[in-house]
């Protein structure tokens, strides 16, 4: 596959997700963007290095100028949360480093799909769509694709079976309001509940599944690899490497990434994650789930605590 992936920001996440990109056949050309020049540069020596084991892959530190005809842009630029601090906390410090990246970044590639991960994710993503001049559909915030990975995860591990058999989803906002929509949980087609009841027949005998706990999982696992280890990299990385195949994919996917609402669930003007169809002309629209009454309050409460946020930063 020929394409070109920018990505602004050398730090542990955009490095990460560089090194990880390498290794795949999604892009022929990376261009890594950062204010701290001699860190791009050593990132870049150090990751292309290791190239020889693939199919030849350019790698470059570069500046904007060089983001020209990129098929992809992925914004990971900002401060790192640091232990004990929320998302949020990190606000306002982010949105003033992203409206000094946009408009260079926007002037040199027009026409890519721009993948935001910079923290807090959801408020980073409305700000962009709102500053950018872009169309809507470039702007995909990566969202809770990492919160369902972690669940994922989790239930992968409750009921020790493979995680691609598994579909379940986080809603929400990329943080302590997410919730996740059970009534449309899955493990192969029926509900975890039904599963846990089927797989009696097998001779298996799983716990009954702690919904509040596995949620709380989800939401502190950012929280506990921060505390344990100093940042997250590795599945966030992962993470966005995913969206960037769906993206350069023939085909469109679902995922769930955050972009700008427009009355779904009756919520309007914020950017926060449902089910959305992705593929290579960017965001289709979103896929009007089923949610239950009370899933569908919780949406507009995570919707809330988000505007409520916006409406206290500068733009």
Known sequence: MSSKITIIGAGSVGSTIAYTLSGEDIASEIVMIDINKEKVEGEVMDIEQGTCFRDPVAIVAGDYADAKDSDIVIITSGIARKPGQTRIELTQT??????????????????????????????????????????????????????????????????????????????????????????????????????????????????????????????????????????????????????????????????????????????DDVCLSTLTLIGPKGIQGKIPMTLTDEEVAKLKASADALKAVIAQIEL
């Open 94 to 267: 982010n949105v003033n480093i992203l409206k000094q990246i946009t408009p260079e970044i926007v002037a040199a590639a027009p026409n890519a799909l721009y993948i935001i991960v910079s923290n807090p994710v959801d408020i980073m993503t409305y700000v962009f769509t709102k500053i950018s001049g872009l169309p809507e559909n470039q702007i995909i915030g990566s969202g809770t694709v990492l919160d369902s990975a972690r669940l994922r995860c989790g239930l992968s591990a409750h009921f020790d079976v493979a995680q691609r058999n598994i579909h379940a989803y986080v809603f929400g906002e990329h943080g302590d309001t997410s919730f996740i929509p059970w009534s449309a949980a899955r493990v192969a087609g029926v509900t975890v509940d039904e599963y846990r009841d089927m797989a009696k027949a097998f001779g298996k005998d799983f716990e009954e599944l702690d919904k509040e706990a596995m949620l709380t999982y989800v939401q502190k696992s950012g929280g506990k690899i921060i505390a344990n280890k100093g940042a997250t990299f590795y599945a966030v990385s992962r993470s966005v490497v995913r969206l960037c195949s769906l993206v350069m994919s023939a085909s469109e996917s679902i995922s769930t990434v955050s972009s700008m609402m427009h009355g779904e669930y009756g919520i």
